[in-house]
Structure formats: structure tokens, C-alpha cells
């Protein structure tokens, strides 16, 4: 039964801007007031009520505790109540169940989810309806509920998996490094009938890396020269968006030390470049041993070879010219390739020379900085800091990598400038143009 509060409600004043009562302009008519009992109900006011009851703070946050905590047993109720959709799930066994958020780059974000069995060729609604599920089951108020506190390590690495798995970018980086799908390539030597068998589902693969869709097919033994020579130089040009950011070793929030930071971004740049130059490698290697494989390649060949055979046979004369013809070309192609070599070796000698020079410039650049003592008046010691100053300003100029000619022109600049008094200024007018 409830019991009627008086609610006390104070009008604010009419304001100074206001005009006069004379001046007011009445555009319609109040209706007439009438008295309505009000009951209201619920936590809140019994709350409001307590509030006018009680002087005790702790009194009324008691009763805030015991509401928020009626609350959470209810929601944790509600969640236990729900019933999940059992088929096709996958089991969960201890070690995933055990997984540790903190190592959430070492985890499987798929099997996370239940979706180890499609992994990459998991829709997005497949990701949203598994993710659904895996909360429902380890939400922490429902673990809490059933008496296993702080027992939220698996569901972080659940919201981890649905944070990078509905992320594009961070998926392809994962999809790219997930260690499930195999990058093993087959031999050249499995011909025949195992060709298409062994080679066709390696390729579709693979197409999921490629930037250019649809991905042409491997084909069959009936499929045309043009398609088959189509579908190597498609895949011997391979566009992939396959990279490898997710291998990156982090870079600890807010560590000072910039050098550091620089170093590890610089690392991860280098081993990102290794691995995609190795990709791509690994991919030619694939092409390379299906060309060597397919039977369909070998009866091209074989064409190839019976047409120039014909020819010959049928034009003896004109094929014993022809090969006269391509023996003169290849000599020829054999000189200019040696005179192109002779060409190379003296344009690689003169490469060289000028870059003793340009070490004989910069070292007379350093000894005409020590010869000027460093640039310090007359008849005056330079000091320590006179030394590192200059040294630092000539290295600034020589890692500048300026050109044989260029580094001439600014020792010659420097040193008229210093025998005409303004050496340091002319050094320092190089160096803020660098």
C-alpha cells in the first residue's frame, strides 16, 4: 500500500525584463484548475522518502547499496535465464578457457568466438551472433551470480577477438599472421591427376590475399591455352594486400625514451619489409612449381616445339638462315653485352674515384675546421664545447651527402670566408640550409 507524499513545488519570480502588467498582451485563457491525487511509486520514491525520514547519510547509502545490489541479482537472474543456441557450437576446453588477456596477440581470436572452423571466410553477422553467445555465457555478473568472482579473464579476450575481428583493418593484419591457415606450397613434383587435387585448394587460399577480385580459377584439363597462360601471369604479378603489423613488437605507453621507440618502430619496419619480400617469393615459388607441374604447360611446350619443328622441315633453306640469323644476333647481343660490361666496369671505376674524392674533400673539409681552430677568435684556446659545437656542425654538413662538386664549392666557401674573418657565420648560414 502506498502512502501519499506531498510534493512542495515553488515558481520562479517574473523577471526585470518583463514588460509592465498594463502593456501585456493576453493571447488565450488558463483552463480551470482542478485537484488530482498523485500517487507515485517505485525505488526512487521510496528512496525520496527515506531521504525525508532520515538525517543519517549512511542510512540512505544502505539503502542505495541494497537497491543497486537487488539490481544486479535481477540482471544476473535475467542472463542465467537465457537460453543459447547449442547447434553447431564448438567445444571450449581448458587452455582457451585459460587464456590470458594480457597475451591476447598469442590467442586465437577465432577459436575465441567459436568460428576456428571458418576462421577468415567468417561473415560479419557470424562474428556478432558468436560474440552474442560467448557473453551471454561468461558475462562476469553472470559468473558472479553463480558465486566465481573476478572470473572476467575470458571475457576480455572475447571483446578482444570482437574488437579485431569486426575491425577491417585489424582483421586483414590478423588474418594475415593466422597461424591456423597453412602457407605450406606443394612440390613440383605432384603431377598427373593429383595436380588439380593438390594445387586448387592451395590457390583458393591464397586468392583471399588479392587486391584484384574475382581471383581467376586454376581451370581443368579442358580449359584453353589463353585462360591457363592468363592464370599464371595473374598470379606471377600477384597483387596482395597480405601484410604483417600484427607481428609488431608494441611499444610500451609512455615510455620516454624516444631513441627507443624510433629503434623498435625502425625494427618493425624492417622485419615487416623481410616478411613480404618473403611472401612474395614464396608465392613465385608456388607459381613456378604449378607451371612445372601442369601437364597443360608440358602439352603447350610440346605444341610450341611441333610448330617450329614443321616450319623447319617445311623451309630448311629459310630455317638454316634463320638460325644463321640468330647466331649473328646472339653474337652480336654477346659484344654489346661485353661492351656494355666494359661500359659498366669504367663507369663503376669512375663511381669510385669520384667517392675518394668526395672522402678526400670531406677529410680536408675536417682538417681545415681543426686548421681554423674551430673557428675560435685568434690567439685564443678553444674550449670543449668550441670543439663539439664546430665538429657537430661539420658532421651536419657532410651526413647532408652533398655531391663531389657541391662539397668542393663549401670548403672552398668556408675557408674564404674564414680568411676574410667570417668563417663561423658562413658555417652556420650552410648548416640552416641544410
Request: net charge neutral; proline share 3%; aromatic share 6%.
Amino acid at each position: 500500500m502506498c502512502a501519499d507524499v506531498p510534493f512542495e513545488i515553488t515558481l520562479s519570480s517574473v523577471p526585470a525584463t518583463a514588460p509592465a502588467s498594463g502593456e501585456a498582451k493576453v493571447h488565450g485563457s488558463a483552463t480551470p484548475a482542478k485537484q488530482q491525487a498523485v500517487s507515485p511509486v517505485g525505488v526512487y520514491v521510496q528512496h525520496y522518502r527515506r531521504r525525508l525520514e532520515s538525517t543519517d547519510p549512511k542510512d540512505q547509502s544502505d539503502h542505495l547499496k541494497a537497491h543497486s545490489d537487488h539490481v544486479a541479482a535481477e540482471t544476473a537472474k535475467a542472463m542465467q535465464n537465457m537460453s543459447l543456441a547449442d547447434d553447431e557450437e564448438e567445444e571450449e576446453d581448458e587452455e582457451l578457457l585459460l587464456s590470458d588477456p594480457k597475451e591476447w596477440k598469442k590467442q586465437d581470436h577465432y577459436a575465441i568466438l567459436g568460428l576456428s572452423k571458418l576462421r577468415y571466410r567468417a561473415t560479419l553477422d557470424d562474428i556478432i551472433k558468436n560474440q552474442r553467445k560467448k557473453v551471454l555465457r561468461h558475462h562476469p555478473d553472470k559468473k558472479a551470480a553463480q558465486g566465481h568472482m573476478n572470473d572476467d579473464g575470458f571475457f576480455k579476450c572475447i571483446q578482444k577477438a570482437f574488437e579485431i575481428l569486426t575491425d577491417p583493418v585489424k582483421r586483414r593484419q590478423y588474418d594475415s599472421v593466422d597461424t591456423e591457415i597453412s602457407t605450406e606450397i606443394p612440390s613440383a613434383k605432384d603431377k598427373g591427376a593429383d595436380f588439380y587435387e593438390t594445387y586448387r585448394p592451395v590457390f583458393e587460399r591464397e586468392a583471399r590475399f588479392s587486391n584484384i577480385q574475382p581471383v581467376p580459377g586454376l581451370g581443368d584439363e579442358n580449359s584453353s591455352r589463353e585462360d591457363v597462360e592468363a592464370f599464371y601471369a595473374f598470379w606471377y604479378e600477384f597483387d596482395s594486400w597480405r601484410s604483417f603489423e600484427y607481428l609488431d613488437k608494441d611499444v610500451a605507453d609512455g615510455n620516454g625514451n624516444r631513441d627507443e621507440k624510433r629503434y623498435i618502430e625502425g625494427k618493425n619496419r624492417k622485419e615487416r619489409a623481410n616478411r613480404k619480400k618473403e611472401d612474395t617469393q614464396r608465392l613465385r615459388t608456388l607459381v613456378e612449381n604449378a607451371m612445372k607441374a601442369d601437364q597443360r604447360m608440358v602439352k603447350f611446350k610440346e605444341e610450341d616445339k611441333l610448330k617450329r619443328n614443321a616450319k623447319r622441315n617445311a623451309r630448311e633453306e629459310e630455317s638454316r638462315k634463320a638460325a644463321e640469323a640468330k647466331k649473328a644476333a646472339e653474337e652480336a647481343a654477346k659484344k654489346a653485352a661485353a661492351e656494355s660490361a666494359v661500359q659498366e666496369e669504367e663507369l663503376k671505376k669512375q663511381r669510385q674515384q669520384a667517392h675518394k674524392q668526395l672522402k678526400k674533400e670531406q677529410r680536408a673539409l675536417k682538417v681545415f675546421f681543426k686548421t681554423a681552430n674551430y673557428f675560435v677568435p685568434e690567439g685564443t684556446t678553444p674550449s670543449a664545447a668550441d670543439i663539439t659545437a664546430a665538429t657537430d656542425k661539420l658532421d651536419k654538413i657532410i651526413a647532408a651527402k652533398h655531391d663531389l662538386d657541391k662539397t668542393v664549392e663549401i670548403r672552398t666557401e668556408i675557408e674564404k670566408a674564414h680568411a676574410a674573418g667570417n668563417g663561423l657565420a658562413t658555417v652556420d648560414e650552410i648548416v640552416s640550409k641544410l
